[in-house]
Nanobody, 123 residues
Framework: VQLQAYGGGLVQAGGSLRLACAAS????????MGWFRQVPGKEREFVST????????YYADSVKGRFTISRDNAKNAMYLQIDTLKPEDTAVYYC?????????????????WGQGTQVTVSS
């Protein structure tokens, strides 16, 4: 199983980015997918999750209204549209897959992880 996150970069505050996560050797449609982020010295933080079929999404309060999660099961891909970026969004963003059907925000409920993509927001 391989998850690869990409699309990060350096952007100015107020800008936008679209992160993507490509899955391989995974029965993608059978997994809830999620995005987490982490800054050095802090625990990995939940960002958003999407149900197996894509009909249900859930966001951390800190990103609600600015981030949009989506998935394309036909392409084995998940996306995170990030708008109105803030300096506090600076982190390494990870995609992850969970076999848990219900909404879950804890990292240890996610079985597979991508390598992360760096998002840096300048003020």
């Amino acid at each position: 199983v391989q998850l690869q996150a990409y699309g990060g970069g350096l952007v100015q505050a107020g800008g936008s980015l679209r992160l993507a996560c490509a899955a391989s050797r995974l029965r993608f449609s059978s997994y809830r997918m999620g995005w987490f982020r982490q800054v050095p010295g802090k625990e990995r933080e939940f960002v958003s999750t999407i149900s197996m079929g894509g009909e249900s999404t859930y966001y951390a309060d800190s990103v609600k209204g600015r981030f949009t999660i989506s998935r394309d099961n036909a392409k084995n891909a998940m996306y995170l549209q990030i708008d109105t970026l803030k300096p506090e969004d600076t982190a390494v963003y990870y995609c992850a897959a969970s076999s848990v059907a219900l909404i879950t925000t804890t990292p240890n409920r996610y079985k597979y992880w991508g390598q992360g993509t760096q998002v840096t927001v300048s003020s």
